[in-house]
């Protein structure tokens, strides 16, 4: 059955593509957004939405207006200054490919003219650690993954650099087909590294692109620029890559031919794509080949049409203290070798692990039987040093939940059976909150909970048989204190069916304990507890 959340989720997704229309599937958020729900933005034409239904922590903030930021992305945040880590929730399909870009500028919205540094992660995994060298740096960072549930986590993570913000994230749906070569697996994601448009003076973006990725112009650096006003259109093959024809229409030429460098490392690897597309007659009429080497090896060739897109793509990655591809032409060319656009992307090897399911299943159920609005999106207790809070986990590949810890969390209704799920629970703190209802009997058949804090709530009843025998066995440390209508008496079901069992406040010793030696030293019976029961009951009375 789904749970609320989910539903909610669903339709927060209908009604974000009732807006976005022809932008299917699109999800654009602006964090931080107050003035109005949603707006097109006047640079792409996008519908961009607040990020309220998307995340349940963190604080809006503008950025310094004597920035006169133009782009409206930038003028606010989402800053997070309570959790070591929050998340976004996003609803994905199972085994669908997603393209997402997450961008900062810190804009001095806290007055403190220091920009902070903190860790992203996609689900339990870091994806990026973001430095902001200045006020007004604006970084990007985006990455290609295929969904391994119908959720997707994005997380900020406090390193001690200050608060973590975000300014706006963006999820686009990819084809199937689109970077499979390199993206096949759910546990590699490709992070973007590199992508230039060669023989351009401007920057290629949706709509001209039509999964909203951004081309880098670089107009000379690898060789002279030409363009050309004709079409450019990849066929529907596959792979198929989407490539812009605005960005196949510029190139560069060069006689020795053209590099491409960049420095990797022993635990780095990469994927490289290279577009080409001829937009210069040859002198012969024959068609052009290019040759390409990587750090000096043959790599691969390709023969390069005019005004038709071709592509040569890594097949594995490649791992290298430095690299350099070199495209060379392999026939007799005049212009020598060609290249209109390439792409690089780091691998970021996914770690597969989950909190156990039984315990994300029951701890989910738990949030939204109490409608908690804390930091609880994300897994519960990895990575491991921020789990949500209130929670421990035990330290294990696929960790459990031992510690359960609401106390004060403004809790209201029954101590609900959800709880029994999570097998490994060893401490339970529900104190100060207003739970009502009798203390439940599967507390007495949780194997491994030895701490148990109930106090200052407002249950009723009797506490169950096997409880008290483990109460009195030193094998679990109960609080009850402070729960006017507790019965722990002799005889409570008798006198809770005349209406006149007495109230006390209880604490019960730990296994071990040299104070756990029974019932009548266990719990102690107050006045004040007494005289709270009278009052009520003739409150009621009258």
Known sequence: MMGRRGLFFLLCSAALFFLVGAQTGFISIDCGLTESPSYVDENDNLTYVSDDGF??????????????ETNKRYQTVRAFPNYTRNCYYFPATIGARYFIRVAFMYGNYDGLNTPPSFDLYLGVDLWDNIKLDNVTHQYRSEIIVQAEASYTHLCLVETGGGTPFISYLKLRPLTDDVYA????????????????????????????????????????????????SEKIVESERSP???LPSVVMQTAVYQLGGINISWLGGADRSFYVFLEFADILPTLSGTQRQMQVLENGQYWGEVNVSNLSPSILYSTSPSSAPQFTFSIQSANDSDEGAVLNSFEVYEVLTLSGSTTDAGDVTAITAIKEYYQL???????????????????????????????????????????????????????LNLSR??????????????????NIDLSSNSLSGSIPNGLQEKVKN????????????????DGCNQQESSNSSSSS???????GSNSATGLKNSYTVT???VAIYLLLASCLSS
């Not at 995340?55 to 006169?68: A, H, I, M, S, W």
């Not at 939940?401 to 029994?420: A, R």
């Not at 406040?505 to 296994?511: D, L, N, Q, R, V």
Request: hydrophobic fraction near 35%.
């Open 433 to 450: 909150n207003n739970l009502q209802g009798p203390v439940p009997p599967f507390l007495q058949e949780m194997p491994n909970l030895i």
């Open 181 to 228: 070569p390199a993206n096949s697996s759910a546990l590699v994601a490709l992070t973007t590294f590199r992508r230039v448009n060669l023989g351009a003076t401007g920057y290629v973006r949706y709509p001209d692109d039509r999964f909203d990725r951004i081309w880098t112009p670089d107009y000379d650096s690898y060789g002279t620029p030409y363009n050309t």
């Open 527 to 529: 006045a004040i507890s």
């Open 373 to 427: 609005k804390r930091n609880w999106i994300g897994d519960p207790c990895l990575p491991d040093n921020s789990p949500w809070d209130g929670l421990t986990c035990g330290n294990d590949s696929r960790p459990w939940i031992v510690t359960l810890d609401l106390s004060n969390g403004g809790l209201s209704g029954e101590i609900v059976d959800h709880i029994s799920k999570l097998t490994e629970l060893k401490t």
């Open 240 to 242: 198929f890559f989407a």
């Open 55 to 68: 995340v349940d922590t963190g604080v809006n903030r503008q950025v310094d207006p004597e920035l006169k």
């Open 505 to 511: 406040s209880a604490t019960a010793g730990s296994k």
């Open 474 to 489: 030193g094998e679990v440390m109960l609080r009850i204190d402070n729960n006017p209508l507790i019965c722990q008496q």
